[in-house]
């Protein structure tokens, strides 16, 4: 599977990490780089809630976003797609919590390259992404979208493209959510290359396959750890690459937090191991996920179950 040459793609990573400290600073010119095809952006709302609008990155005009409603940027990671399993599930699960707008970026055609230049083009992906959403507006309503209404989440590598895309705001958005940030090469890259807590106002991040194949330490302001935030997650246990179902994980565990009854509720704590043997039991609590209280800071812990629904009462 694709996430098995990941290890040996860290191993070279210093050699590699200087060429991207050259172009460190420098603008992007992507549209002069990039074919009209090799990013696309996908769009719905309540009233089309199944087959999206897609526009090509040079199209501003939109018959279904509305600048006037919330809009939360899905963006998938490495060797995926625009309309992959969790960000249709995601999609879904907004848009019966509330009426907005959920555009979700297809950057596949560089997904589908090898990690390096995946990589390698992350800023340019960022910078297409912001020129996309300063502009789009709806071909019958005046006016642009407020970016104070904008929520971006990323996935894996696409974690790093909301990082970037928010340092190019200035780092003026709101919130942005990194679900299992990757970790090869891009931890030893600069900060303009990857998603920190820079990145936003606010910044929560999820952690599921940590050590190997994403970020283990902090990373956001918030970031929470369900099970350690390490493989293998409970149910991965028997999977031949329980890496990669750990990773996956991580987006299960969000888009269920959209509309859980029961919420994923955590507890501030220095350590997975302090928080299994309960000597964090008199600490702060905070929800993951969608009701995440953008006013805590640190690492929080908690438990899920091997299958859906994930969640369970603190």
Not at 92 to 100: F, G, P, S
């Amino acid at each position: 599977m694709f996430y098995s040459n990941l290890i040996l793609t860290f191993i070279s990573a210093k050699m590699l990490a200087p060429n991207f400290y050259i172009v460190e600073g420098k603008s992007t010119k992507c549209k002069q780089n990039l074919d009209q095809d090799t990013i696309k952006f996908l769009i719905w709302n309540r009233h089309n809630m199944i087959y999206p609008e897609i526009l090509k990155y040079n199209q501003d005009r939109s018959k279904l976003f509305n600048q006037y409603l919330p809009t939360k940027f899905l963006v998938h990671g490495y060797r995926d797609v625009g309309d992959t399993n969790w960000i249709q599930k995601a999609k879904i699960e907004y848009l019966r919590r509330e009426n907005c707008n959920v555009i979700s970026i297809d950057w596949s055609v560089i997904s589908f390259q090898n990690y390096i230049s995946a990589i390698w083009h992350l800023k340019e992906v960022a910078s297409v992404s912001r020129d996309f959403l300063s502009n789009l507006k709806n071909s019958r309503i005046p006016g642009h979208q407020n970016l104070t209404a904008l929520h971006p989440i990323g996935f894996s590598l696409g974690a790093h493209i909301v990082g970037i895309l928010g340092k190019m705001f200035k780092s003026q958005l709101p919130r942005i959510t990194g679900l299992d940030p990757a970790r090869p090469i891009v931890e030893i890259l600069p900060s303009s290359w990857k998603l920190d807590k820079k990145s936003a106002q606010f910044v929560d991040v999820i952690h599921g396959a940590g050590h190997y194949l994403t970020m283990t330490g902090m990373v956001g302001n918030v970031d929470f750890f369900p099970n350690g935030g390490v493989s293998p997650q409970p149910g991965c246990e028997r999977e031949p690459l329980n890496l990669v179902c750990s990773h996956l994980r991580v987006a299960d565990l969000y888009v269920e937090s959209i509309n859980s009854p029961i919420g994923f509720k955590s507890r501030l704590c220095n350590s997975w191991r302090l928080f299994e043997t309960r000597q964090c039991n008199r600490n702060p609590t905070s929800w993951m996920g969608y009701r995440v209280d953008k006013h805590i800071e640190g690492k929080f812990f908690l438990f899920t179950r091997s299958y859906s629904p994930f969640a369970i009462p603190l």
